[in-house]
């Protein structure tokens, strides 16, 4: 929906909600009026049910008022002496709509000092539960999210088995576009395992898709730095293949329903970018990385059949490897370990292995056997910014296609070589958001921005900020998973330079400390 549907569909929503409560309002001692004036009236509803002004602005935060609605439509009913179970129930099932009863087909009264308090222990515990889901998704989806770390990609940096927070207000909180959706939850219900979020799969241009807000984000206080690792929605999520397919079969995902990817920004907007023997060039020179970064690429080291021992495998730190079929072994290891297993002496030779320039890899953008381009040898490319204009062209539309057509929502077509942008001829494009080029440190093992573009700004999710919990996410149970805590990980911090810190002793000296002042308080209580 634009903002103009929404704005309608809220001065709609206003007006139900005078139809249905006017006469509760003039009972509770304020004018019919005011329940027709949109925020006022909420204000004074807050008066009338007794309950804090900044319920207000709970009111007003997508995914966080799917939980408040009901809350305040109870709270409603009780203010007027309906507080019985079935009255509860029937005003959640009707969403709201029994209030009408309430104000049309009976004489209640408001009850102006009604007690607060829960009348059992029943509801006490569900309206401590209610608004600690209401605290924890507002955190979660505006502040900071955690996030696991499925893959090697960036291995080395990060591990896969660690658990991160990831901040959402340093680049800015991306408003929750899925209006419709479980809290707390992404794209998947833990254990239920079904979709969390209502939308219309197979057609962007359904019913429940119009539901959702606008491309939103509040005011970060950061940009997005060249080499930062950036937590973000993957692109490709909502095709049934990303690699060139054009027939139309795929799934549609929200923006904010897409799965998480994390990956390093090595490129960011206005750039020019090349991969060279695997190196990332930017603007004509090789990138300098973070010194936690440790690119790695695929060795094969010839030891003409002598096997390394388990603990040179270990001191070279190691984690993958294998002999091949000719006796040769093939690792991944960073420039750096390479040169320390060329010094063992059974080694007789190791070369890196990589695809030599020239070599067209169908899985590579922009998917065009014109740019005969693999991961190892890419480009150059440019990194769309924001109010730049490109040249449109044969050339020039592989690279820009999906950022014209699905990015920036605009009609794309081709008469011959003209392009055609919503029926008007074009020889231009000015791109409308800025764009960052997402890879991998595990150079060969990652699949990243090489395999499948640009990533828009509106696809950024946060900035991973600490490590909470790491251990061996392929240990086979529980106890494993335990006994694999890596510790010297825990709560250390992902950015900044030198070996990574844990603050664990801060952690436990914080939990402990306030562990003794809420039992103090109440024993103090108690007394």
């Given at each position: 929906?634009?903002?103009t549907?929404?704005?309608?569909?809220?001065?709609?929503?206003?007006?139900?909600?005078?139809?249905?409560?006017?006469k509760?309002?003039?009972r509770?001692?304020k004018k019919?009026?005011?329940?027709?004036?949109?925020?006022?009236?909420?204000?004074?509803?807050?008066?009338?049910?007794?309950?804090?002004k900044?319920?207000?602005?709970?009111?007003?935060?997508?995914?966080v008022?799917?939980?408040?609605?009901?809350?305040?439509?109870?709270?409603?009913?009780?203010?007027?002496?309906?507080?019985?179970?079935?009255?509860?129930i029937?005003?959640?099932?009707?969403?709201?709509?029994?209030?009408y009863?309430?104000?049309?087909?009976?004489?209640?009264?408001?009850?102006?000092?009604?007690?607060l308090?829960?009348?059992?222990?029943?509801?006490?515990?569900?309206?401590?539960?209610?608004?600690?889901?209401?605290?924890?998704?507002?955190?979660?989806?505006?502040?900071?999210?955690?996030?696991?770390i499925?893959?090697?990609s960036?291995?080395?940096t990060?591990?896969?088995?660690?658990?991160?927070?990831?901040?959402?207000?340093?680049?800015?909180?991306?408003?929750?576009?899925?209006?419709?959706?479980?809290?707390?939850?992404?794209?998947?219900?833990?254990v239920?395992?079904?979709?969390?979020f209502?939308?219309?799969?197979?057609?962007?241009?359904?019913?429940l898709?119009?539901l959702?807000?606008?491309y939103?984000?509040?005011?970060?206080?950061?940009k997005?730095?060249?080499?930062d690792?950036?937590?973000?929605?993957?692109?490709?999520?909502?095709?049934?293949?990303?690699w060139?397919?054009?027939?139309?079969?795929?799934?549609y995902?929200?923006?904010?329903?897409?799965?998480?990817?994390?990956k390093?920004?090595?490129?960011?907007?206005?750039?020019?970018?090349?991969?060279r023997?695997?190196?990332?060039?930017?603007?004509g020179?090789?990138?300098?990385?973070?010194?936690?970064?440790?690119?790695?690429?695929?060795?094969?080291?010839?030891?003409?059949?002598e096997?390394?021992?388990?603990?040179?495998?270990?001191?070279?730190?190691?984690?993958?490897?294998?002999?091949?079929?000719?006796?040769k072994?093939?690792?991944?290891?960073t420039?750096d370990e390479a040169?320390?297993?060329?010094k063992n002496?059974?080694?007789?030779s190791?070369?890196?292995?990589?695809t030599?320039?020239?070599?067209?890899?169908?899985?590579?953008?922009?998917?065009?056997?014109?740019?005969?381009?693999s991961s190892?040898n890419?480009?150059?490319?440019?990194?769309?910014?924001?109010?730049?204009?490109?040249?449109?062209?044969?050339?020039?539309i592989?690279?820009?296609e999906?950022?014209?057509?699905?990015?920036?929502?605009?009609n794309?077509?081709f008469?011959?070589?003209?392009?055609?942008?919503?029926?008007?001829k074009?020889?231009?494009?000015?791109?409308?958001?800025?764009?960052?080029?997402?890879?991998?440190?595990?150079?060969q093992?990652?699949?990243?921005?090489?395999?499948?573009?640009?990533?828009?700004?509106d696809?950024?999710?946060?900035?991973?900020?600490?490590i909470?919990?790491?251990?061996?996410?392929?240990a086979p149970?529980?106890v494993a998973k335990?006994?694999?805590i890596?510790?010297?990980?825990?709560f250390?911090?992902?950015?900044?330079?030198?070996?990574?810190?844990?603050?664990?002793?801060?952690?436990?000296l914080?939990?402990?400390?306030?562990?003794?002042?809420s039992?103090?308080?109440?024993?103090?209580?108690k007394?």
């Open positions: 929906m634009t903002f549907e929404w704005f309608l569909f809220f001065l709609f929503i206003q007006v139900v909600h005078f139809l249905g409560t006017w509760l309002y003039t509770a001692g019919a009026w005011e329940a027709a004036v949109p925020v006022y009236n909420a204000i004074v509803l807050m008066q009338i049910i007794n309950r804090p900044w319920w207000v602005i709970l009111l007003f935060v997508p995914i008022n799917l939980l408040m609605f009901p809350i305040v439509w109870i709270e409603t009913c009780r203010s007027f002496g309906f507080n019985k179970k079935p009255d509860s029937l005003t959640v099932l009707t969403l709201g709509l029994y209030i009863y309430i104000n049309y087909f009976t004489d209640a009264k408001h009850i102006e000092n009604r007690s308090k829960p009348r059992s222990p029943l509801g006490e515990w569900i309206s401590s539960i209610a608004f600690a889901i209401i605290a924890a998704t507002l955190v979660h989806t505006y502040f900071m999210q955690p996030y696991t499925p893959t090697s960036l291995e080395k990060l591990l896969v088995g660690d658990y991160l927070f990831v901040s959402k207000f340093h680049y800015g909180a991306r408003v929750p576009m899925t209006t419709v959706a479980a809290p707390m939850a992404h794209d998947t219900i833990p239920l395992g079904t979709k969390s209502l939308s219309d799969d197979k057609n962007k241009d359904g019913l898709n119009k959702s807000l606008p939103m984000r509040l005011p970060g206080f950061q997005i730095k060249r080499n690792i950036v937590v973000f929605s993957w692109p490709s999520d909502s095709l049934a293949t990303m060139g397919d054009n027939s139309g079969n795929f799934t995902k929200p923006i904010d329903k897409r799965t998480n990817y994390v390093r920004a090595v490129g960011i907007p206005g750039d020019s970018l090349e991969v023997d695997g190196y990332v060039f930017i603007n020179e090789r990138t300098v990385l973070p010194d936690r970064a440790k690119p790695q690429w695929h060795f094969i080291v010839d030891t003409n059949g096997k390394f021992s388990q603990g040179a495998l270990s001191r070279y730190n190691i984690r993958e490897g294998g002999t091949t079929n000719d006796g072994y093939y690792l991944n290891l420039d040169a320390l297993v060329a002496p059974i080694v007789k190791i070369e890196k292995y990589l030599p320039k020239g070599f067209y890899d169908e899985s590579v953008f922009p998917h065009d056997p014109r740019y005969a381009w190892d890419f480009g150059p490319i440019y990194i769309p910014k924001k109010g730049v204009t490109v040249e449109l062209n044969a050339k020039t592989p690279f820009y999906q950022i014209i057509r699905r990015y920036e929502n605009n794309l077509t008469i011959g070589d003209d392009v055609y942008i919503n029926g008007k074009a020889k231009n494009y000015t791109f409308k958001q800025d764009y960052y080029w997402m890879m991998g440190d595990n150079r093992r990652s699949l990243d921005a090489r395999n499948w573009g640009y990533v828009p700004f696809h950024v999710v946060g900035k991973p900020v600490m909470w919990l790491s251990w061996d996410a392929n149970n529980f335990i006994n694999s890596r510790w010297d990980r825990m250390t911090t992902v950015g900044g330079s030198g070996r990574p810190v844990s603050y664990l002793w801060l952690v436990l914080l939990i402990g400390g306030y562990t003794v002042y039992f103090r308080k109440s024993k103090k209580k007394a």
